[in-house]
Each structure stands twice: as C-alpha cells, then as structure tokens.
C-alpha cells in the first residue's frame, strides 16, 4: 500500500469533520483546511503532533499499535467499515507480499454449487471481493440478465456497472449501485494492495469511467453485505429486493449473495414468472435435466 494512499484516506477523513462536530473550539471563521487540522486530530487520539503527521504520510503507520490506531479511529469519527480500512492499511504497509493474504481460488467448490443449485426459488451467485462471479444458480443467471449477456469472459459487476450502457437502465438507483461498488473496490485495495487483478481492474475502471475516477477520488470505503435492489429487468420488469451476501468461511475471499422478495409481493411473483421463463430459455436451448447445466458458461461454474 502506497504512502500517499494512507495520506488521502486520512486526510480526506480529516477534511469531513468540523471542530464542533470533534467538540473543540473553533475560533472564528478564518480557517485555511476543510475539517480538522492535524494536531487537533493529534490532540484527540493523544498522540504527539509530529507521531501522527508522520502516520497520516505512512512513515509510522505500518507500526502503530492497536490502541493508538483505535484512538485515531476515534478522533476521525470512523465507521466501521472505514476502521476496519484503517487497520488493514496499517496491517499491509511494510508487509513481504508473502506476508499477506493469498488470493483466492478462481474455482468454487462442488458442494457450493450444490447449494447454489438448491435455492430453487432465490436467485443466488458467489462472487470474489473483486466483484467477479464466479458462480450462479439458474435463477440468478436469469436475473442478472443483461450482466451475463457478454459469454466471453467472467462476469464482473464494476465492469458491468461502469462500462456497460445498460446498466443504468437495469440499476434503478443507479448512483447508488456505483457508490457501493466503488467503495467496495477500495476497501479491497486496502487489504490485498497487491492484487494485480484488481489493479488491473481498477486501473481499466479509472481509464475508461469518468464517474469511476470521480468516486475512487473519494476514498470512501464501506461493506455492501445486506440492502435492497431495485432493477428494472428486461423479461419481468420492476424487481423490489433484499439480499444478504454472506462469507464463506471454508473459501477465503469468496461470498455468496442471495436475493429474495417478501412473499405476496409483486417482486414475489415477477420472480415465480423470471424463474418458469428461465425453466422455458432452459429447455428450448438444451432438450432437459442435466445436459443444461453442462451448457452453463464456464466463467459461472467450478
């Protein structure tokens, strides 16, 4: 992890908070910085002036101990997502790549696909913390829709959020799809920085987007483990979702998302009427039974 990395992220957490907001004096008006000074935010962790400038230019920060970067996660007003970011900037600066975690596997196991395969009425797919889906059960495939329609390559959700015009018409709330992604990305820089995936994909991402570049400037991080969806899809129409996406603890680095509706809900049925379409796509491209999961793409299977 770069110093100037730790840099922006510290400092544009600094530049969000007021010294009211911190509970310290302001005196008056004529303030040069956006948000706190440094040794106002040295005050409040207790740390020296100098100790946390050097930390916020990444000289100290791979050596912090714990206590004093809770303290510093205190005075910046972190949540918990953004503290969790801290530590693991602090956890990769200075670390031997064979110090870090490894990458997972672009395969997902046999019994996860059975799992997949046994939610029958809840589009599920597991993805990589780079977003990319490595697997899905028949419902999900037909939910994402136009995300699988490229059989090329692996499915990949930034891409498909950034790059794919489609997108903002399948996304109802498209801006908030791409701010979720987007901090998504960087809480994974932080803790895999050398990921050369990632790097490529945040450096196509930042290349080719505009309002990529715009967010990643950013630097806000978060979780995006539990919400709603909103989509707009192309065979049912308006879809009103909730979805989990939950760690598989056997497999580092990959999770699993399932979406469902509350039952008598319209989502509900639009999603009975996606799945008997699917059944229908499924049949007329590959006779039945087992010879239509062999057809999968093989981006989405083990």
Known sequence: ????????????????????????????NRRRVAGLRREEVALLAGVSVDYYV?????????????????????ALQLDEAEREHLFNLARTTGASA?????????QVRGPVQQILDAMTE????????????????????ALGGPLFADRSGRPNIA?????DPAAQGFFRDWDDAADHITASLQHEA????????LAELVGELSARSEAF?????????????????????PVVGELDL????????????????VHTAEAGTPTADALRLLADWADTEEANATGSGSAARAAAPTPLRA
């Open 98 to 106: 064979a110090d870090r975690r490894d990458a997972p596997l672009p």
């Open 122 to 141: 809840a589009p599920a797919w597991v993805r990589n913390d780079r977003h990319d889906i490595l697997a899905t059960n028949r419902l999900g495939l």
């Open 54 to 74: 050097r930390l916020e230019r990444g000289k100290y920060l791979g050596g912090a101990s714990d206590s004093v970067l809770d303290a510093v996660a205190r």
């Open 190 to 197: 932080g803790r895999t920085p050398d990921d050369p995936e």
């Open 159 to 163: 891409r498909f959020v950034y790059l």
């Open 213 to 233: 570049r715009r967010r990643w400037a950013t630097h806000n991080v978060g979780f995006h483990r539990t919400g709603a969806k909103r989509l707009n899809h």
């Open 1 to 28: 992890m770069s110093d100037r990395s730790i840099r922006d992220f510290l400092s544009s957490r600094r530049a969000r908070i007021t010294p009211e907001q911190a509970g310290l004096p302001a005196y008056g």
């Open 242 to 257: 909730v979805f989990e996406t939950l760690d598989l603890p056997s497999d580092p680095g990959l999770s699993m998302t």
